[in-house]
């Protein structure tokens, strides 16, 4: 994560947005990641911190907007999904809107971070021939089916993985004059 500052704001920020965000209809990217945290097993408080790598004050904040949400449990120590409420809260889960949100932030994350070795973010423009642009579509569905084989391979052999660790990959392509005439309607 950031700096001091930075994160005493973020759970402010937090904490002010689940105020309003516990009838809400989409998650906040934290939320998601203590979801995606809890998807294998239930965890101890200590193990929730290592897998997503939040410090307490923030952790605490988005599990109790969770709990209220429906969405999590706590049993004695231990949180995880809330199965028996499954159809309360998948909607949410589910919700366009909010995987459009989590996109475009995690997007600007990216664009506004140095470049580094673990961070890269690389933009082409180029002119495609119809072939061309075929060849690139099967392309990426090779890198689709390698990404969904390595998920597969996770869940027949797992190994000590934290969700913290996982690594965002984002790609795709539309022609620059959709992208124009969006910015343009947008300003």
Do not use: C
Request: charged share 35%; hydrophobic share 40%.
């Amino acid at each position: 994560m950031g700096t001091r500052d930075s994160k005493k704001k973020l759970i402010k920020r937090i904490i002010k947005i689940g105020l309003g965000v516990v009838m809400s209809s989409t998650l906040l990217v934290v939320e998601r990641v203590v979801l995606e945290s809890l998807e294998k097993r239930e965890l101890l408080l200590e193990e929730l911190k290592s897998q997503t790598g939040f410090r307490t004050s923030l952790l605490s904040g988005v599990l109790h907007l969770l709990i209220n949400r429906g969405i999590v449990k706590k049993t004695n120590e231990l949180y995880g999904i809330n199965w028996e409420r499954k159809s309360d809260w998948l909607n949410v889960v589910q919700n366009k809107d909010g995987v459009k949100a989590e996109l475009r932030e995690l997007f600007s994350v990216m664009v506004n971070q140095e470049r580094s070795r673990d961070n890269i973010l690389k933009v082409q423009k180029v002119w495609l021939e119809p072939s061309e642009k075929q060849e690139l579509e099967r392309k990426w569905k090779e890198i689709e089916s390698y990404l969904a084989n390595l998920k597969e391979k996770r869940k027949r052999k797992p190994i000590a993985e934290k969700t913290i660790g996982k690594q965002v990959l984002l790609f795709g392509v539309s022609p620059y004059e959709s992208l124009v005439d969006g910015i343009l309607k947008s300003a």
